[in-house]
């Protein structure tokens, strides 16, 4: 008989969503699958809200008291899908509960937080995970595998980017994700953490960075029309140093008008390189520089890479290989990797420490803004 795991989410917004979407869409995507897994209950602030959601959906159980929840022993995972500040006292509970813990980025508020949950997860020995969900993009992971591969060769440079519009209009205040008690940090922890990831998944380990925050507007409107006083972040720029010893820039931003979800990136090593955009999110571009460039041109230049229908077994055969599948098939992969390494007991990357050290390197890159852009090692 399949083990089966009932999944406890915390925080039904936007990401509760994704994630109890993920969850139910596991035998769709994945055939055969090893284990079974379904949403057990939710949490959220609103006992009305829980009991709506769990009546529309179809989960069992309706709280609004994460602590309940996590003692609940018909539990075996928490899912963590609160606003940042939130994180650790669920996490920390939920790993003195022994339970597994899957938690939303930012990981945590602060680096020393992070350190804590991912102590204690190792001494307990829990597979715990951190929703760095574009790493497991099919384009992203063959971009991983050419790297790893040699086919960059050494790599010598890269930029990351991830963009929004959403503080551009001073008119607007966007909620939590705006105001710095809540979310820890603005753009840096929110898009920051995510290019940060991204970096060092397919590049390496960081060694040192500067970084330089941008706000904008002083102020934003809130709804009531009173003035927010803005107190986190816009923007965020970062130049970064890898042991490897290529350098880089990273930069995030939700004050870039013409823009959605827009992470992108270049990778540039001494054998070729690779280009990315979330925006046709599908397909990895891959430039080999052997190729010859003669006659016109030869064959040099970007090969489009058409990844995304072709997830390894069990994926893959849902939906068709021509396809295109989108952001969401993302947060799905992880969630498949993420429940299987649960059900059969093996490690999930990322884990708490890959979470501790990007919450490390973005404390790194808010320390030399403090002290006027200076390099900072990690
Ligand atoms: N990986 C991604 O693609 C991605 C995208 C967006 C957001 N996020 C992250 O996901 C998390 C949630 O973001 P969101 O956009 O879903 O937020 P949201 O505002 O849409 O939803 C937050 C939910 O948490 C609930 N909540 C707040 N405090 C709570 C508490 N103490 N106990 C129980 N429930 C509580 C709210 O009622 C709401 O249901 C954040 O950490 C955010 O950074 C990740």
């Not at 669920?90 to 022994?98: C, E, K, S, T, V």
């Not at 949950?117 to 020995?125: E, M, N, R, T």
């Not at 010598?156 to 963009?163: A, C, D, I």
């Not at 891959?286 to 041109?297: C, E, R």
């Amino acid at each position: 008989m399949k083990k089966h795991l009932n999944v406890g989410i915390v925080g039904f917004g936007a990401m509760g969503k994704t994630h109890a979407y993920s969850i139910a869409s596991l035998p769709y995507f994945y055939s055969p699958l090893e284990f079974t897994a379904s949403v057990h209950g939710i949490c959220t602030t609103s006992k009305e809200k829980s009991a709506r959601i769990c009546e529309e959906l179809g989960f069992a159980r309706a709280y609004t008291d994460a602590q309940e929840m996590i003692a609940d022993p018909e539990i075996d995972v928490i899912d963590i899908c609160t606003p940042n500040v939130t994180h650790f006292e669920i996490a920390n509970a939920a790993l003195d509960a022994g339970k597994s813990v899957l938690c939303e980025k930012p990981f945590t508020v602060s680096y020393a937080q992070a350190q804590a949950l991912a102590a204690k997860a190792a001494d307990q020995g829990l597979i715990c995970g951190v929703v760095y969900n574009n790493r497991h993009l099919a384009a992203i992971m063959r971009a991983k595998q050419l790297i790893e591969e040699g086919a960059l060769g050494r790599i010598l440079s890269f930029s990351f980017h991830y963009r929004h519009d959403s503080d551009i209009d001073p008119a607007r205040f966007v909620g939590w994700k705006q105001d710095a008690t809540v979310c820890g940090a603005g753009t840096l922890f929110d898009l920051g953490s995510h290019a940060i990831d991204l970096c060092r998944h397919l590049c390496g380990e960081f060694a040192s960075i500067s970084g330089k925050s941008h706000i904008a507007f002083d102020t934003h409107k809130q709804k009531d029309g009173s003035l927010w006083q803005t107190n986190a972040d816009e923007a965020f720029y970062m130049t970064a140093t890898l042991e490897c010893g290529a350098v880089g820039q990273i930069s995030v931003s939700k004050l870039a008008h013409g823009t959605e979800d827009g992470l992108s990136f270049e990778v540039y090593g001494t054998g070729g390189a690779l280009r990315y955009s979330l925006a046709e999110c599908d397909i990895l571009y891959y430039m080999d520089a052997s190729s010859p460039k003669l006659p016109l041109g030869g064959t040099s230049g970007f090969t489009a890479i058409p990844a995304s229908g072709r997830y390894p077994a069990p994926g893959g055969a849902f939906p068709a290989v021509k396809a295109p599948q989108g952001w969401l098939r993302g947060h799905i992969h992880g969630m498949y990797l993420y429940l299987d390494a649960v059900a059969s007991g093996t490690h999930f990357s990322p884990d708490f420490a890959d979470g501790a050290q990007i919450q490390r390197i973005m404390a790194a890159a808010m320390k030399s803004d403090a002290e006027g852009g200076k390099e900072v090692q990690i």
